[in-house]
């Protein structure tokens, strides 16, 4: 197991000689090591994307089957965002301001978003487990590779796709309390034609005094995406209020 650690150290093509020193630092490195040691992951294989926030691999567990590992960025260069949505969380509330900790805290959270939003049925990513700064969760992809990215998907019939993406923001809000605050065709994989919301460290609990604008903003990406790709859109004031003031909303919600 050393070896396969080290060998990840070692390592230097491509995408990976980019992140050697600044993701595989000691900490994360042992970080790794204590994953396989307790059985969640078996080998790490390649960068599936390298981010400014963080790299995601391909990852496989013990059964060979496939993960997913999202390792946040350790350096400070672009971690200030991260403050204040951990800061603004009250379920983060206390958490200091040593970076370290503040990168754990975003890892936990993301992985507490991906559980309600799983909880509630939501397409997303099942997560696994994390620790300090790595997230393990399902791998969305199949044997030909990770899922694309929406941006990059001919729809053969963009309302239905709008319909559901839609139904991930009103059912997210309702059902899983959360706003997811980044959605966008860069945050939406499809997978056998069905979307798949990733990227949910910055979901805010939908109480956040925040959540409402975040969740416009969500409205507004996504109506202006599904637009442009001549979906049937109702119009963002429409699903606001079906949003805030839905039939089928189980409690108070808003002011
Ligand atoms: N569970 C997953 N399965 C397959 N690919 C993933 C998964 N999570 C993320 N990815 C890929 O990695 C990219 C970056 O992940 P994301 O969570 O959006 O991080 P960030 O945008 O902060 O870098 C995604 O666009 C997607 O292509
Ligand atoms: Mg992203």
């Not at 301001?97 to 936990?108: C, E, F, S, V």
């Not at 001919?154 to 059902?175: A, C, N, Q, R």
């Not at 939406?188 to 069905?194: A, I, K, T």
């Not at 005094?209 to 409205?219: G, H, M, P, V």
Request: charged residues 30%; hydrophobic residues 35%.
């Amino acid at each position: 197991m050393e070896q396969r650690v080290d060998a990840l150290k070692t390592h230097k093509t491509g995408d990976e000689r980019q992140t050697e020193g600044e993701v595989f630092d000691k900490k994360t490195l042992l970080t790794i090591y204590d994953l396989m040691k307790g059985g969640f992951i078996d080998t790490i294989q390649f960068p599936i994307s390298t981010g400014k926030e963080g790299n995601v691999f391909f990852a496989t567990d013990e059964d060979g089957d496939p993960l997913a590992i999202k390792i946040f960025r350790t350096s400070t260069a672009t971690f200030k965002s991260f403050g204040k949505y951990i800061e603004g969380d009250p379920r983060f509330k206390g958490i200091g301001g040593n970076r370290w900790k503040l990168i754990y805290a975003w890892t936990n959270k993301e992985f507490k978003n991906l559980q309600r939003y799983a909880e509630a049925g939501l397409p997303v990513p099942e997560p696994i487990t994390f620790q300090q700064n790595c997230l393990l969760m399902e791998y969305i992809g199949n044997e030909n590779g990770p899922a694309p990215q929406l941006k990059d998907v001919k729809l053969e019939e963009p309302t239905e796709m709008y319909d559901e993406v839609l139904s991930f923001i009103i059912d997210g809000w309702k059902d899983a309390h959360l706003v997811h605050g980044d959605l966008s065709e860069y945050n939406v994989l499809v997978l056998d034609g069905q979307p798949i919301m990733i990227d949910c460290g910055q979901a805010m609990t939908n109480d956040f005094f925040n959540a409402k604008d975040l969740l416009i903003r969500d409205i507004a990406n996504i109506n202006r995406f599904f637009k442009n790709r001549g979906a049937d859109i109702i119009d963002s004031a429409k699903v606001l209020d079906e949003v805030l003031n839905g039939s089928d909303d189980d409690e108070e919600e808003e002011e």
